[in-house]
């Protein structure tokens, strides 16, 4: 009887640990700015089984809608260890689009990885250097993405101007997302 209590315990735990190890992270380049590392693995903690069905073809509105499920009863038990319900849930949404966009355009962000690399090369040499911060290597790099569309692109005169009248290039914005992908792993 205790031989098969404790091979049955074992058993579980091996369960529980293979769940656990299989779960998805939040990609570190989808976060909004202001998240926070610890709140970044708060919501991996709770909803990385959500993010592997995502990239076995859940749907968007279905994963946001488990994912948002369980951060409101999550914050209405109070078990958000302080985060609020709207930082967890942005960083929930961020992680579910861009696993669903991978998911949708595999060829999309293989294709470009190394476009997005060759663009913002000197970016990331000024970044690995020291000679900018990480929030200027950002926008250099968001300012060389429009640039390559357009290459007469000036930000400080664009920005300037009143929001209807700016001339921005229409990018996808996934771009941007390598773009971070490749300075946060430099």
Same mark, same amino acid.
């Given at each position: &009887?205790k031989?098969?209590?404790?091979?049955?315990i074992?058993?579980?735990?091996? +369960?529980?640990?293979s769940f656990?190890v299989?779960a998805?992270? @939040? =990609? *570190?380049?989808?976060?909004?700015?202001?998240?926070?590392?610890?709140a970044? @693995?708060?919501?991996?903690?709770?909803i /990385?089984d959500?993010?592997?069905?995502v990239q076995n /073809?859940?749907g968007?509105s279905d994963?946001?809608?488990?994912s948002?499920?369980?951060f409101? #009863?999550a914050?209405?038990?109070?078990? %958000?260890n302080g985060?609020?319900y709207?930082?967890l @849930?942005?960083?929930?949404n961020c992680a579910i689009?861009?696993?669903?966009? &991978?998911?949708?355009? =595999?060829d999309?962000? %293989?294709n470009n +990885?190394?476009? @997005? *690399?060759?663009?913002?090369? =000197?970016?990331i040499? #000024?970044?690995?250097?020291g000679k900018?911060?990480y929030?200027?290597?950002?926008f250099n790099?968001r %300012?060389?993405?429009?640039q390559?569309? !357009? =290459?007469d692109?000036n930000p400080?005169?664009?920005? &300037? !101007?009143?929001?209807?009248?700016r001339?921005?290039?229409?990018?996808?914005?996934?771009?941007?997302i390598l773009a *971070?992908k490749?300075l +946060?792993?430099?």
């Open positions: &009887m031989k098969s209590i404790i091979s049955i074992s058993i579980v735990s091996v +369960l529980i640990r656990s299989s998805a992270e @939040v =990609p *570190r380049e989808s976060t909004p700015c202001n998240a926070t590392n610890e970044i @693995v708060f919501v991996e903690s709770y /990385g959500i993010l592997t069905e /073809g859940l968007y994963a946001r809608a488990k948002n499920r369980i409101f #009863d914050f209405i038990k109070g078990q %958000t985060y609020s709207g930082e @849930v942005d960083i929930a689009w861009q696993y669903r966009d &991978m998911y949708l355009r =595999p999309f962000y %293989t +990885l190394e476009k @997005v *690399r060759v663009i913002i090369a =000197p970016v040499e #000024d970044y690995k250097s900018i911060s929030a200027e290597a950002e790099a %300012t060389r993405i429009y390559s569309v !357009k =290459p692109f400080d005169a664009e920005y &300037m !101007k009143d929001p209807l009248s001339d921005i290039p229409s990018v996808d914005n996934s771009l941007f *971070r490749l +946060l792993s430099s």
